[in-house]
C-alpha cells in the first residue's frame, strides 16, 4: 500500500468555474481528503456525530473478509446518505449498451476483424447513449470477463448521474477532453491518459473538448492493478506516483436530477431532487484515479530477439487461474528498436488470449497500412495473425541499426475469454471487408536446396 495523503480545500465545488484539478499521487494508496476543514473524523470512521451534519457512510470495493492487501474500501462523509440518491426505479433501454454474455447467433465472431473510426455522430449524444459495445466475453452475473466499447460523446450529462454495478471501466480516450465529476472528486481526461472509474461509484461525465471518442474497457472480474513485475524489479512500466487521485469535491444543488444505474446488464433510472455529488470528505484506498500513458516507461531487449507482449502491460485484472489474466492493458508506446539479427516486429502467432486492439495516434508497427487512429481490430483466441506483407519484409530486409518507434501509442485489451461481436460490430460499424486480404500476398519462400548461413 502507498502512503497516506491529505488535502484541505476551501472552496466547495459547485460550478464549472470553481472545478478544483488538483490530485493526490499514488495507485492503491490510502487517502484523506476533505473540501472542507475539520469534515473528516480523526481517530474513527462513524463518530456519533460528524461534523457539518453530515452523513458516515463506508463504500466497499471488496467482501469485508478479503485479504488486508487486497481489501479496498472508502468511507464517505456526505450532505445525505447515498439511500436519499435512489427511488423507484423504471428501466430504460441503452440499446448500443450490450452486455456478456451476448452471443448473436447471426454474427460470426471466428475471424480477424478490423474497424475504422466509428464517425461522430450529428445528434446530441452523452456518455450513456454514446457507448458503442463492440465485443462482450464471459458473463456479468459471475462477475468474470469484460465487454470493450467505443464512446461518441458531444453533450454533457447535465443533471443525469451514472454508476454501474456491474463493472470498473478503464477509459482511453482518443479524441477530446471529457470532465469526470465523481462523488470523490473530478478527473478531467485527454489523450494519451486514461481513467478507472470503480465499480459502484457515481459520476457525471461533461463535454470539455468535444466532440470526444474514445475507448472503454468494462471489466466485470477483479479490479485492475499494477502486474507484478518479476525479476524487473521495483521500477519501470508504470509506476504508482505517477497515478493521480482527485481531492474531495461537492455539489450542494438543490435540482430536479435522474440516476442511472447499471445492473446485471440492464438500466434502471430513478428521479431525485438534488445533486447527488455530496461528499465532503473521504478517506480509503477505493477511487478513480487517472494516468498518463506517457510516463510508462517500456523495456525491451538490448541484444536479440524481443520479449512477448506481456512485458508492456500497464494494468491486469487477476483472474482465478494464475498468469492468465481476466484482462491484461497493454500499452504500445515510443520506444527505441535495437535488437541484433531480429525480426522486430510481432512475430507471427496465435494464442489463448484473445486480442482487442485501439489505435490512439500514430502507426502501429506490425501495420504501417489500414490501422488508423481511432480505429480497432480483433484477433480471437487461437486464430493466427501477425504482421502483414509490407511490414515483413521491412523488417526481413531493412538494415538493423537502432531505430526509435515515435509519435506512435496503440494498445490492447486482452482477455483469456473469446470476445464475441455485437451486432453492432458486425453490421453497423465500418468494419474493413478486405482485412483478411492483408496476408494473400505473403508468399512462399521455401527453397530446400539453400544451405542455411
Not at 478479503?66 to 450532505?79: G, K
Not at 470539455?208 to 507484478?228: D, I, W
Not at 486464430?383 to 511490414?391: E, F, Q, T, V, Y
Request: hydrophobic letters at 35%; aromatic letters at 10%; a negative charge.
Amino acid at each position: 500500500m502507498g502512503s497516506l495523503k491529505k488535502n484541505t480545500v476551501s472552496t466547495r465545488t459547485t460550478s464549472e468555474s470553481s472545478v478544483n484539478l488538483s490530485y493526490m499521487s499514488g495507485f492503491g494508496n490510502d487517502f484523506e481528503t476533505e473540501a472542507l476543514p475539520g469534515a473528516l473524523p480523526q481517530g474513527q470512521n462513524s463518530p456519533q456525530k460528524c461534523n457539518y451534519g453530515l452523513y458516515g457512510e463506508q463504500l466497499s470495493g471488496t467482501a469485508f473478509t478479503a485479504p488486508s492487501h487486497q481489501n479496498e474500501r472508502t468511507w464517505c462523509y456526505r450532505i445525505r446518505p447515498s439511500v436519499k440518491h435512489s427511488n423507484r426505479y423504471k428501466k430504460i433501454d441503452l440499446p448500443y449498451w450490450k452486455t456478456a454474455p451476448n452471443v448473436d447467433p447471426n454474427v460470426v465472431s471466428l475471424g480477424q476483424y478490423r474497424w475504422d473510426p466509428i464517425p461522430h455522430s450529428q445528434k446530441n449524444i452523452t456518455w450513456l447513449n454514446g457507448m458503442r459495445t463492440m465485443t462482450t466475453a464471459g458473463d456479468v452475473n459471475t462477475q468474470t470477463g469484460m465487454a470493450s466499447h467505443i464512446y461518441l460523446v458531444n453533450a454533457s450529462m447535465e443533471n443525469t448521474y451514472f454508476y454501474s454495478a456491474d463493472s470498473e471501466l478503464l477509459v482511453v480516450p482518443q479524441e477530446g477532453t471529457l470532465r469526470f465529476s465523481t462523488e470523490l472528486g473530478v478527473l478531467e481526461v485527454k489523450p494519451e491518459e486514461i481513467a478507472i472509474i470503480p465499480r459502484g461509484l457515481l459520476y457525471r461525465v461533461d463535454v470539455v473538448e468535444g466532440p470526444a471518442r474514445g475507448f472503454v474497457c468494462e471489466n466485470y472480474g477483479q479490479k485492475f492493478t499494477l502486474p507484478s513485475r518479476g525479476p524487473i524489479g521495483a521500477n519501470c512500466l508504470a509506476n504508482r506516483r505517477d497515478f493521480k487521485t482527485p481531492i474531495a469535491a461537492f455539489e450542494d444543488r438543490e435540482c430536479p436530477s435522474k440516476v442511472v444505474i447499471k445492473w446485471c446488464g440492464q438500466f434502471h433510472e430513478t428521479e431525485i431532487g438534488h445533486s447527488p455529488l455530496d461528499v465532503v470528505a473521504w478517506h480509503g484506498n477505493y477511487a478513480p484515479c487517472k494516468y498518463n500513458l506517457n510516463t510508462f516507461c517500456p523495456i525491451g531487449a538490448v541484444l536479440f530477439d524481443h520479449p512477448d507482449p506481456s512485458l508492456y502491460s500497464v494494468l491486469t485484472a487477476p483472474s482465478e487461474v494464475e498468469g492468465s489474466s481476466n484482462i491484461d492493458f497493454v500499452l504500445f508506446r515510443d520506444r527505441w528498436n535495437v535488437a541484433e539479427n531480429t525480426f522486430r516486429p510481432p512475430w507471427y502467432h496465435k494464442n489463448i488470449m484473445s486480442e482487442l486492439m485501439g489505435n490512439i495516434c500514430g502507426q502501429y508497427d506490425a501495420k504501417p497500412k489500414g490501422f488508423i487512429p481511432g480505429g480497432m481490430s480483433l484477433h480471437n483466441m487461437m486464430l493466427p495473425h501477425g504482421p502483414d506483407k509490407i511490414a515483413f519484409e521491412h523488417a526481413s530486409n531493412n538494415e538493423l541499426t537502432p531505430k526509435k518507434l515515435e509519435k506512435t501509442m496503440s494498445f490492447m485489451f486482452e482477455t483469456r475469454f473469446p470476445q464475441h461481436l455485437t451486432s453492432f460490430a458486425a453490421t453497423e460499424a465500418p468494419l474493413q471487408d478486405d482485412y483478411i486480404n492483408c496476408w494473400d500476398d505473403l508468399e512462399k519462400k521455401f527453397d530446400g536446396t539453400l544451405k542455411p548461413k
